[in-house]
T-cell receptor
């Protein structure tokens, strides 16, 4: 079983739609959690950190449920420019800070 | 924000040759840099952790004699793919932590990646 699991999609949604991505992690020693965005053939870019109290940044809301080892990302009012692959990422407690990536969920926003 | 550069951005080489990829932190010092590899439609996988002034730590299954890592200064780490073969063709990405006292919550900044194609 992979340490970080995501539904690969693709999610094809119209502009303006609300879309939710889920992610589960298997290692309870995971300490830090992030969502990254990766455009085709580019490096990943940090979208936001994820906290148990929830974290909102504009149209993006991330949530962590430590008991269920579950992370979510909600995108409201989708834009064409949101089309990308969204990577769920964790860091294990006690590690040197290396990131453990999920395979990513592909989002395609259509006009 | 912090910037990490990689060079070259793309390389095509013949089987059996060695390829060196540079990763530089441009406006901060990084005692630790990470090297990742991403095959098509796969997740980024950590290959090794590069520590300034000491030997790199390799992940299980990554051959240290094939993927040579040198972190000679606080702003430069190099990855050399020795005797490259077609199965080494991949997207190689480095990242660096700006913080000196590493904690697992330090933000990482990624280089733009190097696309290696071995013919």
């Amino acid at each position: 079983r992979k340490e970080v699991e995501q539904d690969p999609g693709p999610f094809n949604v119209p502009e303006g739609a609300t879309v939710a991505f889920n992610c589960t992690y298997s290692n309870s020693a995971s300490q830090s959690f992030f969502w990254y965005r990766q455009d085709c053939r580019k490096e990943p870019k940090l979208l936001m950190s994820v906290y148990s109290s929830g974290n909102e940044d504009g149209r993006f809301t991330a949530q962590l449920n430590r008991a269920s080892q579950y992370i979510s990302l909600l995108i409201r009012d989708s834009k064409l420019s949101d089309s990308a692959t969204y990577l769920c990422v964790v860091i294990r407690r006690g590690s040197q800070g290396n990131l453990i990536f999920g395979k990513g969920t592909k989002l395609s926003v259509k006009p | 924000g912090a910037v990490v550069s990689q060079h070259p951005s793309r390389v095509i080489c013949k089987s059996g040759t060695s390829v060196k990829i540079e990763c530089r932190s441009l406006d901060f010092q990084a005692t630790t840099m990470f090297w990742y590899r991403q095959f098509p439609k796969q997740s980024l996988m950590l290959m090794a952790t590069s520590n300034e002034g000491s030997k790199a730590t390799y992940e299980q299954g990554v051959e240290k004699d094939k993927f040579l890592i040198n972190h000679a200064s606080l702003t430069l780490s190099t990855l050399t793919v020795t005797s490259a073969h077609p199965e080494d063709s991949s997207f190689y990405i480095c990242s660096a932590n700006p913080g000196r006292g590493l904690t697992s919550t330090d933000t990482q900044y990624f280089g733009p990646g190097t696309r290696l194609t071995v013919l």
